[in-house]
């Protein structure tokens, strides 16, 4: 890898609190993002249907995404 990428890794891992990961029935697999919910707009909520919903900011394609039955992988620890 060259220092570019390398740089740009070290961003995306700086500005990201989690990965998570979710089964989308609409491509029939399970997803893998990184993401943080220290962003306006994020929140996590319940449907009428008992599922946990999450909204976060993906780090990496930089937009928001929405989750069904969340679960988080990995969570960065706070200094």
Not at 37 to 61: A, H, P, Q, S
């Amino acid at each position: 890898m060259d220092n570019e990428t390398l740089r740009e890794i070290r961003q995306i891992e700086d500005k990201s609190d989690f990965v998570v990961s979710w089964f989308a029935k609409k491509y029939n697999k399970t997803i893998f993002r990184v993401g943080t919910l220290n962003k306006v707009g994020c929140r996590t909520w319940e449907d009428y249907k008992g599922n946990k919903l999450m909204c976060f900011w993906d780090t990496v394609i930089k937009r928001y995404t929405t989750c069904v039955n969340p679960v988080i992988t990995y969570k960065r620890k706070v200094h």
